[in-house]
């Protein structure tokens, strides 16, 4: 894909807790060819202050994709999914879980919370970029994504 094929920044909401997660998620973004705006939150509280445009998210942007970590502080992932998907405003967009587990549970559950996918984030840096990759492939390339508000 080249940038022609985009038509407008894509913003993305990344909740992660691990600081190095999060530059590396960075990093791979780096490498793709759309126009993205990456928006960072550090736990389940904090992404949901975003979503809801709360306090410092005032004026937040409403994101076309949220990549969700599970194991968050103060609220976990799968809280933050089911309060995404019990909210009127907020439960069309589409949620990708991004973590380390691969408890069949954690999996199970993510998709009666009616998670989009379910993705085992690879600690090999390369299939990290991949998977990123084929994020940006599938999501912003092939997708219809759903309108705004």
Request: negative net charge.
């Amino acid at each position: 894909m080249n940038m022609e094929t985009y038509d407008r920044t894509f913003h993305i909401l990344l909740v992660e807790d691990n600081p190095s997660d999060v530059l590396l998620t960075q990093e791979a973004f780096k490498e793709t060819k759309m126009p993205y705006a990456l928006h960072v939150a550090k736990d389940g509280v904090e992404a949901m202050e975003f979503l809801h445009r709360e306090g410092e998210y005032a004026d937040a942007v409403r994101p076309d994709i949220i990549l969700l970590d599970l194991n968050l502080p103060r609220k976990d992932g799968r809280q933050v999914l089911s309060e995404i998907r019990a909210d009127e405003e907020l439960k069309r967009i589409p949620v990708v879980i991004l973590t380390t587990s691969q408890d069949h549970e954690d999996i199970l559950r993510s998709y009666e919370l009616h998670a989009n996918c379910y993705i085992c984030k690879p600690v090999d840096l390369n299939k990290f970029f991949r998977v990123v990759n084929s994020v940006e492939n599938f999501w912003f390339g092939t997708v219809k994504l759903p309108p705004e508000g």
